[in-house]
C-alpha cells in the first residue's frame, strides 16, 4: 500500500497553515469593514445630532420643531436602511471568501483522494476488490452529499437576500408613510 512520505506530509501541513491565515486576514479584513463603517456612522450621527440640536434650539414655537422632526424621520430611516444594508454586504462578502476557500479545499481533497483511490486500486491485493469498490462508492456519496449541501446553501442565501430585500423595501415604505402622516398632521395643527 501506499503511504505519504515525509515531503507529502509537510506540503499538506503547509497547505493548512496557508488556508488558516487566509482566513484570518478575510475575517480581519471584514472587521475592519465593519470597524470603518459603524465611525463613519458614528461620525455622521454625530455631525447630525449637533446640526439639529443647533436647528431645535433656535426654532421660535412647537411647530417648528415639529417641522424640523418630520424632516428628520425620512432621513434618518433611511440611513438606518443604508447602514443595514452595507453590514449585510460585508457580512455576505466575508461568507463568500470562506465559500470559495471552502470549494478550493474541497476540490484538493476530492483530486487527493481521487488519487489515492486509483493508486490503491493499482496496488491492491487480490481479493480487496470489494473494499477498493465500497471505499470509491463510500466517496462519491459524500461527494454528492457535499454537492447538494453546497446548492441548498446558495439556494438558502438567496432567499435571505431577497427576504432582506423585501423587508428593506417594507420598512422604506412604512417610514415615508409616517413621514408623509406626521407631515400632514403637523400642517393641521398650525392652520
Same mark, same amino acid.
Not at 470562506?98 to 486500486?121: G, M, R
Not at 427576504?163 to 398650525?190: I, L
Given at each position: 500500500? =501506499?503511504?505519504?512520505?515525509?515531503?507529502?506530509?509537510? @506540503?499538506?501541513?503547509?497547505?493548512?497553515?496557508?488556508?488558516?491565515?487566509?482566513?484570518? *486576514?478575510?475575517? #480581519?479584513?471584514?472587521?475592519?469593514?465593519?470597524? *470603518?463603517?459603524?465611525?463613519?456612522?458614528?461620525?455622521?450621527? #454625530?455631525?447630525?445630532?449637533?446640526?439639529? =440640536?443647533?436647528? %431645535?434650539?433656535?426654532?421660535?414655537?412647537?411647530?417648528?420643531?415639529?417641522?424640523?422632526?418630520?424632516?428628520? @424621520?425620512?432621513? @434618518?430611516?433611511?440611513?438606518?436602511? &443604508?447602514?443595514?444594508?452595507?453590514?449585510?454586504?460585508?457580512?455576505?462578502?466575508?461568507?463568500?471568501? #470562506?465559500?470559495?476557500? +471552502?470549494?478550493?479545499?474541497?476540490?484538493?481533497?476530492?483530486?487527493?483522494? $481521487?488519487?489515492?483511490?486509483? *493508486?490503491?486500486?493499482? *496496488?491492491?491485493?487480490?481479493? +480487496?476488490?470489494?473494499?477498493?469498490?465500497?471505499?470509491? /462508492? =463510500?466517496?462519491? &456519496?459524500?461527494?454528492?452529499?457535499?454537492?447538494?449541501?453546497?446548492?441548498?446553501?446558495? $439556494?438558502?442565501?438567496?432567499?435571505?437576500?431577497?427576504? #432582506?430585500?423585501? %423587508?428593506?423595501?417594507?420598512? /422604506?415604505?412604512? +417610514?415615508?408613510?409616517? =413621514? %408623509? $402622516? @406626521?407631515?400632514?398632521? /403637523?400642517?393641521?395643527?398650525?392652520?
Amino acid at each position: 500500500m =501506499t503511504q505519504f512520505s515525509p515531503e507529502q506530509f509537510a @506540503a499538506t501541513q503547509k497547505s493548512h497553515v496557508e488556508t488558516f491565515f487566509n482566513l484570518t *486576514n478575510k475575517v #480581519f479584513e471584514g472587521v475592519e469593514k465593519l470597524t *470603518n463603517l459603524n465611525l463613519q456612522a458614528t461620525k455622521s450621527i #454625530f455631525a447630525e445630532t449637533q446640526e439639529t =440640536t443647533q436647528k %431645535a434650539l433656535s426654532g421660535k414655537d412647537p411647530q417648528d420643531l415639529a417641522k424640523l422632526q418630520n424632516a428628520l @424621520a425620512q432621513p @434618518a430611516a433611511e440611513k438606518a436602511q &443604508a447602514y443595514s444594508r452595507h453590514v449585510y454586504e460585508i457580512l455576505t462578502g466575508t461568507q463568500a471568501e #470562506f465559500l470559495k476557500v +471552502a470549494e478550493a479545499q474541497f476540490a484538493e481533497y476530492s483530486q487527493s483522494t $481521487q488519487s489515492f483511490i486509483d *493508486n490503491l486500486t493499482k *496496488n491492491a491485493p487480490a481479493g +480487496a476488490e470489494t473494499a477498493v469498490a465500497l471505499l470509491k /462508492s =463510500t466517496i462519491t &456519496a459524500a461527494n454528492t452529499t457535499y454537492d447538494t449541501v453546497h446548492k441548498a446553501t446558495k $439556494q438558502a442565501v438567496e432567499l435571505a437576500e431577497s427576504s #432582506f430585500d423585501a %423587508a428593506t423595501t417594507a420598512a /422604506s415604505k412604512a +417610514a415615508k408613510e409616517t =413621514t %408623509a $402622516q @406626521a407631515s400632514r398632521a /403637523s400642517k393641521t395643527t398650525t392652520a
